[in-house]
């Protein structure tokens, strides 16, 4: 699973670093009894403060996702599902991005129905 953040998003950080995991979940990459990387490692590799990633680890486990367990880190929760979580992340992400460009309602949800 690959974890990526972009300062530039007009979404915060760690809410970037909660999206990529549940979208890793959703999308199969990581399954019950997983781990995830190591909050101080991720912080490192990103480029972030450990806090950060912490802190989207924090939300992930306040929605059932994950447990976060001293010494053992945290781990993908067995039931866990981001399914209508993760498309509802996306969606919402989609929306920001297309208002960004002066895209508006009517035409995304047309780029929507021709994708389909």
Not at 39 to 47: G, H, N, P, T
Not at 54 to 73: M, P, S
Not at 94 to 103: F, P, T, Y
């Amino acid at each position: 699973m690959l974890i990526r953040v972009d300062p530039a998003r007009p979404d915060s950080l760690q809410d970037q670093v909660a999206a990529a995991v549940r979208r890793g979940i959703a999308e199969g990459q990581v399954t019950a009894g997983d781990r995830l990387p190591p909050a101080r490692e991720l912080a490192q590799s990103l480029d972030v403060s450990i806090h950060t990633v912490l802190a989207g680890y924090q939300k992930l486990r306040d929605e059932g996702l994950i447990e976060l367990r001293r010494g053992r880190g945290a781990v993908v929760r067995a039931g866990a599902h981001a399914g209508r979580t993760g498309v509802a992340e996306l969606v919402r992400g989609l929306v920001v991005e297309a208002r960004r460009h002066g895209i508006g309602d009517d035409e995304l949800v047309e780029l929507v129905r021709t994708a389909l």
